[in-house]
């Protein structure tokens, strides 16, 4: 969490649609996006931008890797 770029914003934009896109662009910055992202994965974080994902495109990267395991 220390190198995450997030820490540089308000909290607020992770969890607010009006600015998704916003958290996304420094998501894709983030030298740390693919941990953040694996953690709200393990975790089922169900609201907000994590590792440059929304809750919809979280859902389907843990959908296709359980279609992919089996």
Do not use: T
């Amino acid at each position: 969490h220390r190198d995450a770029l997030c820490r540089e914003y308000p909290r607020d934009w992770w969890f607010r649609p009006s600015r998704a896109d916003a958290a996304k662009a420094i998501c894709d910055r983030c030298l740390v996006r693919s941990e953040c992202l694996e953690y709200a994965l393990a975790m089922r974080e169900g609201h907000g931008i994590w590792g440059g994902l929304n809750e919809q495109e979280r859902r389907r990267v843990l959908r296709d890797r359980a279609r992919a395991a089996s």
